[in-house]
């Protein structure tokens, strides 16, 4: 008897899914994940899709001092992009990760192989949600962020990334100190085209009016 969960009635993750929100960084402290915890994010993150069993992604994890390794090179770095950069400018950067106890940085590495790339791709952005995922069932906050340190090349060396390679996020997880305010959430009616030969108009509504419609011819 397989104790695979593959279709089991849950409602309570079902309100869980309707309702989750990622918290904003202010909002969130200590405690971090204990290690056991972490292995358990960590093992969700990496039960995702993945076409071909590529496995094509891999984890950097920050806690303690190595936070504040990593936002040393961030100040340095970003003194290269703006060498104009105020001290407090610096300072924030210096900090960035110490703002939570943990932050896990998702690596995405398409492997050679016959699955396109975008594929694989697309599968690190699952790792990340289902790392968003663990750490609120853990009953911890999270928030999957890039920022422009994930595109800068100084820090991609320091990280010792091959070229393939790119940072699908920074998850920053912490307690939450309060609770975050509900952002917008899409119309879905107007998300949806039931007419899939309607190409020329792209389908839906937004798309219509001209909202997060970035394809136009
Ligand atoms: C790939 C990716 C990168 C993101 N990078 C940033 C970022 O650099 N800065 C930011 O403020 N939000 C960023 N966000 C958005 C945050 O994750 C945001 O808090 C989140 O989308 C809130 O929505 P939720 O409550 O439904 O999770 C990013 C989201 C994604 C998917």
């Known amino acids: 008897m397989s104790?695979?969960?593959y279709a089991r009635k849950n409602p309570q993750l079902i309100q869980t899914l309707l309702r989750r929100r990622s918290v904003p960084i202010k909002l969130l402290g200590d405690p971090g994940p204990?290690?056991?915890?972490?292995?358990?994010?960590?093992s969700i993150g990496t039960r995702t899709p993945?076409?071909?069993k590529l496995f094509p992604w891999w984890f950097i994890t920050f806690e303690g001092e190595k936070r504040a390794r990593f936002g040393d090179a961030l100040a340095v770095a970003w003194q290269k992009r703006d060498p104009q950069a105020t001290p407090e400018k610096l300072d924030d950067e210096r900090k960035r990760l110490m703002r939570v106890p943990l932050v896990i940085a998702v690596i995405s590495s398409p492997r050679e192989s016959t699955i396109p790339v975008w594929e694989q791709e697309l599968s690190a952005g699952a790792v990340c949600q289902n790392i968003l995922l663990a750490a609120n069932a853990l009953g911890y906050g999270a928030n999957w962020l890039t920022n422009w340190y994930s595109f800068d090349d100084n820090i991609r060396a320091l990280m010792n990334l091959r070229d393939h390679e790119k940072i699908a996020g920074f998850i920053y997880i912490g307690t939450p100190l309060t609770a975050p305010d509900e952002r917008d959430r899409p119309d879905l009616a107007k998300?949806?085209?039931s007419d899939?030969?309607?190409a020329q108009n792209r389908g839906n509504a937004y798309a219509k009016e001209g909202l997060g419609f970035v394809n136009k011819k």
């Open 50 to 52: 993945d076409h071909g």
């Open 191 to 193: 998300l949806i085209n």
């Open 196 to 198: 899939f030969t309607d």
């Open 3 to 5: 104790d695979l969960i």
């Open 34 to 42: 204990t290690a056991d915890e972490l292995k358990t994010i960590l």
